[in-house]
């Protein structure tokens, strides 16, 4: 997806440890984005979801839980 490219070339020149990529409904969305290092997937795109998201990157809370979604390797 056009989405998907954009947050490719920015993982590629920022440098993919230095950003953190959140998902918003789907966890298999990290298939998609194989040099995501850090990647958060809350399920849900309501605002008790997008705050708990924004909580985890402002470091005011700690993620819970493991993805049940595997990472494809090549």
Do not use: C
Request: charged share 20%; glycine share 10%.
């Amino acid at each position: 997806t056009e989405w998907g490219d954009f947050i490719l070339r920015v993982l590629k020149k920022i440098g993919s440890d230095k950003i953190s990529v959140g998902a918003m409904r789907s966890p298999y969305d990290i298939q998609h984005l194989p040099g995501a290092v850090n990647y958060l997937s809350v399920y849900d795109d309501g605002p008790s979801s997008i705050k708990a998201l924004a909580d985890f990157i402002m470091g005011v809370a700690v993620p819970k839980g493991v993805s049940p979604v595997l990472r494809q390797t090549n």
